[in-house]
């Protein structure tokens, strides 16, 4: 069964800081790994990596895959408390050669940004 | 607004009574999922359509668990004689059917359940 472990759980800073969210995961037949951003209700798409070692960047926000250590990592640099949000990591793995959408969620990192 | 829309938002009920959610996805999105995620977890998947095909249900969907799309476009999502451990956020997301990657789903702002 697909798994996928993120830490850390919870991550309290203060505006300006840097922080790491990392995931790690367990799939067969890897397609890709990708991370969204739940503030309220909905989770809302930040990045989809399929190669490894190369970054997306979007903003303040990057990401990268390691397909040798079976991870991901999350940077946010100079945080704001706009950035207060779970950050969810997922997999998705091949099925049959196709791809439907189907997603392992982690459990999700609940980072808090103090002003 | 054109995104995801469900409804309701909050529904509460008491147990054994059925339910009955909505999702309107995306309109040129041919592909159309349900999760469900409880307090402190992330979204666990239950099932998929294309159009108005459904082409796999997650083993979380007992037979007390039944969505349909009739017409390739809104789907709902019934649930029968609920238990307090169908309490959840039910979130409904769609895409378009691409080569490659499926690569972004967007996600509805869900719809909570509470079973007393």
């Known amino acids: 069964e697909d798994k996928v472990v993120q830490s850390p759980l919870s991550l309290v800073v203060h505006e300006g800081d840097t922080v790491t969210l990392n995931c790690s995961y367990e799939?067969?037949?890897?397609?890709?790994l990708l991370w969204y951003k739940q503030e309220k209700k909905a989770p809302t798409f930040l990045f989809m990596l399929t190669s490894s070692g190369i970054e997306k960047k979007s903003g303040r926000l990057s990401s990268i895959l390691d397909k040798k250590e079976l991870s991901s990592i999350l940077n946010i640099t100079a945080t704001q408390t706009g950035d207060s949000a779970i950050y969810l990591c997922a997999v998705e793995a091949n099925a049959g050669g196709t791809s439907y959408g189907k997603l392992t969620f982690g459990q999700g990192t609940i980072l808090t940004v103090h002003p | 607004d054109t995104g995801v829309s469900q409804d309701p938002r909050h529904k509460i009920t008491k147990r054994g009574q059925n339910v009955t959610f909505r999702c309107d996805p995306i309109?040129?999105?041919?592909?159309l999922y349900w999760y469900r995620q409880t307090l402190g977890q992330g979204p666990e998947f239950l099932t998929y359509f294309q159009n108005e095909a459904q082409l796999e249900k997650s083993r979380l969907l007992s037979d007390r668990f039944s969505a349909e799309r009739p017409k390739g476009s809104f789907s709902t999502l019934e649930i029968q004689r609920t238990e307090q451990g169908d309490s959840a956020m039910y979130l409904c997301?769609?895409?378009?059917?691409?080569?490659?990657?499926?690569?972004?789903?967007?996600f509805g702002e869900g719809s909570r359940l509470t079973v007393l």
């Open positions: 997301a769609s895409t378009r059917q691409r080569t490659g990657n499926t690569g972004e789903l967007f």
């Open positions: 309109s040129e999105h041919n592909r």
């Open positions: 799939v067969t037949n890897f397609r890709s």
